[in-house]
């Protein structure tokens, strides 16, 4: 298994560009999850998702949409990227539930987004 | 707001010494879970705790969790050089484990 993928690893874009991260995983994992990561503030949850076409919002959500219309793929969009948008994002994926190990999330490597 | 804060945020030790993480956090939980970053990567899953366990064991990991003072510590034991990384505690108040919210990290960096 491939695991979780994300595409691209580096992108830079100009202040109200828009762009699309992508996020694939093949572990048929129905939760999944957008978390971005900037210096000396840990991760914190963009926008998630329970299973196909259904999401939520997490803590920051502003500024990011999101939809999945398939159990694999979770993309994730930037309406009109700004410079406090430059980050690290993560997607992550895991089978859901609260027993038998069902909560352990599966991390991608990251995509680094420089907005100029 | 973070709902885990971790301590120390920076950790120097020796190769074959122990080292301890300690993170704190707010709210109820369901399980309480420690992740690693190495530099330039995805964060991978160490070990998971519920709120109903105390203390837990995976090969040279130990955490314990007391949900009394709402605090978690993370110990490796004989640490190596390869240990060097991030260490998250991440908590799951969600009510289908969705939703983590992760502490700052403590850097650990072992010496050779």
């Known amino acids: 298994n491939a695991g979780v993928t994300q595409t691209p690893k580096f992108q830079v874009l100009k202040t109200g560009q828009s762009m699309t991260l992508q996020c694939a995983q093949d572990m048929n994992h129905e939760y999944m999850s957008w978390y971005r990561q900037d210096p000396g503030m840990g991760l914190r949850l963009i926008h998630y998702s329970v299973g196909a076409g259904i999401t939520d919002q997490g803590e920051v959500p502003n500024g990011y949409n999101v939809s999945r219309s398939t159990t694999e793929d979770f993309p994730l969009r930037l309406l009109s990227a700004a410079p406090s948008q430059t980050s690290v994002y993560f997607c992550?994926?895991?089978?859901?539930?609260?027993?038998?190990?069902?909560?352990?999330?599966?991390f991608g490597p990251g995509t680094r987004l420089l907005v100029l | 707001s973070q709902q885990g804060e971790e301590d120390p945020q920076a950790l120097s030790i020796q190769e074959g010494e122990n080292a301890t993480m300690n993170c704190s956090y707010k709210t109820s939980i369901n399980n309480l879970q420690w992740y690693r970053q190495n530099s330039g990567r995805g964060l991978v899953h160490l070990i998971l705790i519920r709120s109903n366990e105390r203390e837990k064991h995976s090969g040279r990991l130990r955490v314990t969790l007391d949900t009394s003072k709402k605090s978690s510590s993370l110990l490796i034991t004989a640490s190596r050089a390869a240990d060097t990384a991030s260490y998250f505690c991440?908590?799951?108040?969600?009510?289908?484990?969705?939703?983590?919210?992760f502490g700052e990290g403590t850097q650990l960096t072992v010496n050779p």
């Open positions: 991440a908590t799951d108040v969600g009510t289908s484990g969705s939703r983590l919210t």
């Open positions: 992550a994926s895991s089978y859901g539930g609260l027993a038998g190990g069902r909560e352990t999330q599966y």
